[in-house]
C-alpha cells in the first residue's frame, strides 16, 4: 500500500514554508516530503495509507493515554474544537488524506502523540510514526462535508458494560459492541474511520453500528477505563455519539443554532447528563457553562469562534478572568469533593481552602519553570482547531498562542497540492 507525504497544506501566501525534506524512505514505495508550518506544527499529505497497518501497529503497542480535557462546539456552519493535555513539546500535524478508491478525501489535526516530536519531523528522517499517524486524527472534515472529533470521558464504567473487557499483555480490553460482525475495532481508529467512509452524518452512524467496537483500558492503571464520545455532524445536522451498556447512544441537536447537548461536548457523558445525571468524577461542566452562556453573543465566523474557544483554553478557563458566571473546576475532584459537589454549589468560590488551590494552579501558569516539565501538573490547549463545515475549510493554532504559533493558520481541503506551498498565518 504506497504512502507518500508529500507535507503541507496551507493558504493565503506570503512567506514561504520551510521544506525539510523530499528524499525517498527507507521503505520502498513511500516517498516522504516534510512542510514546517510553525514551531510545533507540521502538515502532512497522504496519497494513501494502510489502515490495517495502523490496527495491527495499535493492537501490539497500545500506548499508555491520559485523560485529556477537550472541548467541541457546533455554531450554525461551524465547529470550534480544543484539545487539552499535560504541557509538553509534542509536534502537532495538520494531516489531509488525498481521495482514492478507498477512502475520501479529508483534512484534519493531530495532536498530542509523543512518538511525533518537532525533532524528528525537522530532521527529515523516516519513521514509522508516518504509517499510523492518520489513525491518531482528533478531529477532522473530509470532502462530503462530514466533521468528526473524539473527546473523552470520564471512566469506562458509563459506556460499556466491565464484565466483557477481556486483558491481554498492554492492559488493553474489550467490551464489544457487536459480536459477530465482520469488523472488529479500537474505538481510537473511529474518527479516522468515519473521516474515510461516511458522506452524512446518516451515513456514519449506520457504520458505527456495522462494526464491532471497544475500547482501551488506560493501562497501566487496571480496571480504569479510557472512554470516548465523538462529535459527528454534517451540513445542517449535528450529533454527539456515545456508547452507553455497549451501544450507540445519540444526543441530536434540534437546532445547530442554539446550545444544547447536541451542539456542546467536553467530557462528561452528555446522555446521562441529559438525565440531570452528574459523574462523580466528571470533568468539563465548567467549561460547558462557559460555551453555553457565550454561545448566543458568538458571532458565526472563523474570527467568532477563535474569541469563543478562547475562553475555554484550559489557562483561562480556571480563572475569573473569562467573565462566564460559574468556574467549578471539577478537573480538582477528589473523594470528598465531588463533581456532583461543585456543580450543585455556587457559593464554592467562598471556600478559602479552594480558592487557594486555584490560585496556586493560576500562579504556577504564570511561572515559565513550570513549563515543558516531566510529571508537570499543569495542563494546556494542545491545539485549537475550528471548522467551516460548507467551505471544507479548516483554522488551526498550536499550543495555546506560545511558541511560533500566535495565530491561526487557515487550510482548505479544496486545493489540491503536488507540492509544498507558501504560507502566512490569517490575520
Known amino acids: 500500500m504506497k504512502l507518500r507525504t508529500i507535507l503541507a497544506l496551507a493558504l493565503y501566501v506570503a512567506a514561504a514554508a520551510s521544506v525539510i525534506s523530499c528524499e525517498k524512505n527507507p521503505v520502498p514505495g513511500r516517498d516522504r516530503c516534510t512542510t514546517i508550518l ?4 507540521f502538515g502532512i499529505e497522504y496519497d494513501d495509507y494502510d489502515f490495517d497497518f495502523c490496527v495491527e501497529h495499535f493492537e501490539k ?11 467541541e462546539v457546533r455554531i450554525g456552519n461551524f465547529i470550534g474544537r480544543n484539545l487539552d493535555y499535560y504541557i509538553n513539546r509534542n509536534a502537532c500535524a495538520v494531516i489531509r488524506m488525498n481521495h482514492t478508491d478507498e477512502h475520501l478525501a479529508s483534512v484534519g489535526i493531530v ?5 511525533f516530536t518537532a525533532e524528528l519531523a525537522k530532521s527529515g528522517a523516516y519513521d514509522p510514526v508516518y504509517e499510523y499517524l492518520p489513525c491518531r486524527t482528533c478531529d477532522g472534515i473530509n470532502e462530503k462535508g462530514v466533521y468528526v472529533g473524539v473527546n473523552v470521558m470520564p471512566t469506562g464504567e458509563t459506556s460499556f458494560d466491565r464484565g466483557n473487557w477481556n486483558h491481554n499483555e498492554w492492559g488493553h480490553g474489550a467490551a464489544f459492541t457487536n459480536k459477530g460482525a465482520e469488523k472488529t475495532y479500537c474505538t481510537l481508529y473511529l474518527t479516522r474511520y468515519i473521516l474515510d467512509h461516511a458522506s452524512s452524518v446518516s451515513e456514519a452512524i449506520g457504520l458505527i453500528n456495522e462494526v464491532n467496537w471497544y475500547e482501551p483500558i488506560n493501562y497501566p492503571h487496571e480496571g480504569e477505563a479510557q472512554a470516548f464520545h465523538w462529535m459527528i455532524s454534517d451540513g445542517n445536522r449535528n450529533y ?7 451501544k450507540p447512544v445519540v444526543t441530536g441537536a434540534r437546532n445547530i443554532r442554539q446550545p444544547s447537548l447536541g451542539t456542546i461536548m467536553t467530557n462528561f457523558t452528555n446522555a446521562l447528563f441529559a438525565k440531570a445525571i452528574i459523574q462523580p468524577h466528571g470533568i468539563g461542566y465548567e467549561r460547558y457553562d462557559v460555551l453555553r452562556y457565550s454561545y448566543s453573543d458568538t458571532e458565526e465566523s472563523f474570527k467568532g469562534m477563535e474569541e469563543l474557544m478562547k475562553k475555554v483554553w484550559y489557562s483561562n478557563t480556571y480563572t475569573r478572568e ?10 480538582l475532584c477528589t473523594d470528598i469533593i465531588t463533581s456532583e459537589y461543585l456543580y450543585g454549589n455556587q457559593n464554592l468560590w467562598n471556600d478559602i481552602h479552594y480558592c487557594d488551590v486555584v490560585k496556586q494552579f493560576k500562579d504556577m501558569w504564570n511561572d515559565p519553570a513550570y513549563w515543558y516539565v516531566d510529571d ?12 467551516d463545515i ?29 507540492k509544498p506551498l507558501e504560507h502566512k498565518p490569517v490575520k
Open 38 to 41: 510553525h514551531d510545533n506544527l
Open 61 to 71: 503497542n497500545m500506548p499508555p493515554e491520559p485523560y485529556p480535557g477537550c472541548s
Open 111 to 115: 495532536g498530542c502523540c509523543p512518538e
Open 240 to 246: 454527539v455519539v456515545e456508547f452507553i451498556d455497549n
Open 322 to 331: 473569562v467573565g462566564a458566571a460559574d468556574f467549578w473546576a471539577t478537573e
Open 376 to 387: 508537570t501538573p499543569l495542563w494546556f490547549t494542545v491545539h485549537t482547531s475550528i471548522y
Open 390 to 418: 460548507d467551505n471544507r475549510r479548516m483554522e488551526v493554532l498550536a499550543h495555546e498562542g506560545r511558541g511560533g504559533q500566535k495565530q491561526f493558520s487557515q487550510f482548505d481541503l479544496n486545493s489540491h497540492f503536488d
